[in-house]
């Protein structure tokens, strides 16, 4: 990566129930029905559908940063006004949906193979779909106003788009059990507490924070990240042998990249601010040693 500064190129798509924007190699993708506290309806399915698709695909776009319009809410779940448009009706659509062939009911939700990261930036509240979408982020950053639950419970609606899955492996069986079975709302400082949330930051910080956050990740080396990410989803859950077998092929497919010939020369020749003493580390969190010098102790990767 250059040393200058990066200038990020701004591209807006317009869609009528997202907002879908290109800040150089982040892509932002906003619910944008703040007048209905940013629920998904039959249109935002097939948007979300088709943006996901972009991003998933567009080479340039390294990591996604979702959220939601205005200040209330990041998403509270399905359009019920709508009604069960989205749903599969005949038994045929029933059993591919069954088999994984359709992508979710509220967007892309049950895609499980984009291994660019994802940072959910959550300005309000994030109910039942929003949660589930909440949920389908890697990394959250929720205001101090947030709050999460699955609010459907009291219309006999079930989770359809991830939350019984992907709830569980974040914030374990049963706090998961507990927030599913009973639709409480958890608060922002609760949800941290039990890692529901990465981050809390104050009203209004949320996107500002998360795409910080995305343009660091963005500018560093893309292989061996995405296959990290790959393992450990695939390999959440199975026994270890099996987990250790996924992490080998991820790791031999990383590793002969050509892009780790150019990792270790920035290692060996210290082009890079975590190892050029004149410089601040740009790794959050890094703690250089007394004496960096190669052989001689502590020295950053």
């Not at 390999?235 to 996924?246: A, M, S, T, V």
Request: glycine share 10%; hydrophobic share 35%; aromatic share 6%.
């Amino acid at each position: 990566m250059s040393r200058c500064a990066i200038h990020y190129s701004f591209i807006k798509m317009t869609y009528s129930e997202i907002q879908y924007e290109t800040l150089g190699p982040v892509t932002v993708i906003r619910f944008n029905r703040p007048e209905v506290r940013n629920c998904i309806g039959p249109t935002t399915h097939q948007e979300l559908v088709d943006a996901w698709t972009r991003f998933r695909d567009d080479e340039q776009a390294l990591v996604a940063v979702i959220t939601g319009a205005g200040d209330l809410s990041f998403s509270t779940g399905g359009d019920l006004k709508a009604g069960i448009e989205n749903l599969p009706h005949t038994p045929a659509e029933i059993a591919a949906h069954n088999r994984g062939e359709r992508p979710g009911i509220l967007g892309p939700s049950r895609w499980t193979d984009i291994y660019k990261p994802v940072i959910a930036a959550v300005n309000g509240t994030a109910y039942a779909g929003g949660l589930e979408w909440a949920c389908f982020a890697d990394i959250r950053i929720a205001e101090e106003h947030a709050s999460f639950g699955v609010t459907c419970r009291r219309w006999n609606i079930g989770l359809a788009d991830g939350g019984t899955q992907r709830l569980p492996r974040i914030v374990g069986l049963g706090r998961a059990m507990e927030m599913i079975l009973t639709g409480r709302v958890v608060q922002v400082q609760e949800a941290l507490s039990i890692g529901l949330v990465n981050e809390v930051v104050p009203k209004g910080q949320s996107f500002k924070r998360a795409l910080e956050l995305a343009q660091f990740i963005a500018s560093l080396p893309q292989q061996a990240l995405r296959t990290d990410k790959e393992a450990a989803i695939r390999g959440f859950g199975l026994p270890l042998h099996e987990g250790l077998r996924i992490e080998a092929e991820c790791f031999n497919r990383s590793i002969h990249h050509r892009d780790t010939v150019e990792g270790l020369r920035r290692f060996n020749e210290r082009d890079h601010p975590d190892r050029r003493p004149d410089q601040q580390a740009r790794t959050p969190g890094i703690v250089r040693g007394q004496d960096a010098a190669p052989g001689n102790g502590p020295d950053p990767a």
